[in-house]
Every structure is written in C-alpha cells, then in structure tokens.
C-alpha cells in the first residue's frame, strides 16, 4: 500500500509565477489536510479537505492560495502570484475517516517551494 | 488556541546512550498528544500518541512517552539509541473537544543525531 504521494518535491517558481502542488492520499483515505512549515517554525494547519468539499480553511492566507479535493485526482494547493514569503514546505496528510484526534494522519514527503 | 515547545533544536548523542527529547505544551483545553518522527527525504510518521488511560505510552521500537498533566509535558525517551534513530523528531497537540480536532499544532522539532 503507496504511502501519501506529493509532487513535485521540489518546485522553484520567481516571483508572480503560479505554483500548483499535488497530493495522492493513501488508498482508501478520503480526508486530506494541508500543512505548511515555514523556516525555523513547525508544521501549521492549512486547510483540511473532503472529497469535492472544503471542510475547513481557517489556516489559509485570506488571498493567493487555495485548495481543491476533486471526485478523481490529487487534491492540489494552488498559489497564485508567488512571494518570497510563500517559500517553505508544503506538507500533505490523509486519514481514512475523521475520528477526531484520534484518527492518525499519515504525511507525505513534502513539496518544498523555493521563490525567488 | 494551542502551542507547542521543544525545547531543544538538536540533540547529539552516541550510539547505546539513553536520550530524552523534551516537550511542553500550552492549552486551556485538553489535549491528545504525539510524536511523529520523520527520517530523511520521508514524511512524517506517527511514533506512539497519548489519547488517554495510562499515562505512558510505548512505541514498537523501544521511544517512550509519559503524559505529565500538571507539568503539561510529553517528553520522549529511549534508553539506548541506535544510529537508525537518526532523524527528525516532531511533537504535536489537538484538542480533545469540538470540532476542529483534526487540527495537529506542531512543535518546531528536534533533530536527534546519533553518532557512533
């Protein structure tokens, strides 16, 4: 059974330019969640998506980014007009219900987006 | 809202020594807690989770837990590492109650190295 699949790894996009990450959850998970981690911070909640549902996007920046889940494909973080700021690791867990805390997430490698 | 302190960014230790990595959260509300530990170019995985019941939990590879609720600490140790256990260790908190348990708040990690 893969694990949580994310690319690309690694993604280098300037200024302005649009970047679009993408995350396979396990097979058999229909809850994804996204987790960026800024330099020298921990890993903070973004958004957490159901099939063809966003559930919760309190962790989002109000502008530029956004997140889909659709009925087929990855679930894809899209960032639009770049900053340097939005450099850091993007990481991406699934879990196969939402039992609450108890539930385990299991987290992808990451995407790291260097903006320069 | 909920954070989460590891105290020590990096923690070098020889092979067989024992280590503790340390943990302190800040909640108004109960909490589950975790560690995840996460080896090069992999995600993060769960080590072992305290949700409640005993307050020392065990993971499958000798780490250990102790949840100390008026010390509001979950630090992890292992009596005697291995150069496997090499890699980067999280600390994580959700809360108990409401909706938004799913919400993991991530420590900042420490990085355990293990020379021999």
């Known amino acids: 059974n893969a694990g949580v699949m994310q690319n690309p790894r690694h993604l280098v996009r300037r200024r302005g330019q649009e970047a679009r990450l993408r995350c396979s959850p396990m097979k058999g998970h229909s809850h994804v969640y996204w987790y960026r981690q800024l330099p020298e911070e921990g890993l903070k909640f973004m958004v957490y998506?159901?099939?063809?549902?966003?559930?919760?996007e309190s962790g989002m920046p109000k502008e530029r980014f956004s997140a889909e889940f659709p009925k087929e494909g990855p679930s894809i973080l899209r960032i639009q007009q770049v900053v340097r700021g939005d450099s850091a690791a993007y990481f991406c867990?699934?879990?196969?219900?939402?039992?609450?805390?108890?539930?385990?997430?299991?987290f992808g490698p990451g995407t790291r987006l260097t903006v320069l | 809202a909920q954070s989460v302190t590891q105290l020590d960014s990096q923690v070098p230790v020889f092979e067989e020594a024992p280590v503790e990595l340390r943990c302190n959260y800040s909640?108004?509300?109960?909490?589950?807690l975790f560690w995840y530990v996460q080896y090069p170019n992999q995600g993060l995985q769960l080590l072992l989770k305290y949700l409640s019941g005993s307050t020392l939990v065990k993971s499958i590879n000798g780490f250990e837990a102790e949840f100390n609720k008026s010390q509001t600490s979950f630090h992890l140790r292992k009596p005697s590492v291995h150069i496997s256990d090499t890699a980067e260790y999280f600390c994580?908190?959700?809360?108990?109650?409401?909706?938004?348990?799913?919400?993991?708040?991530f420590g900042k990690g420490t990085l355990l190295t293990v020379n021999p």
């Open positions: 909640s108004s509300v109960s909490v589950y």
């Open positions: 994580a908190v959700s809360v108990k109650s409401g909706g938004s348990n799913y919400k993991l708040t």
């Open positions: 867990a699934s879990s196969p219900t939402s039992s609450g805390g108890t539930d385990t997430q299991y």
């Open positions: 998506l159901q099939k063809e549902n966003i559930i919760d």
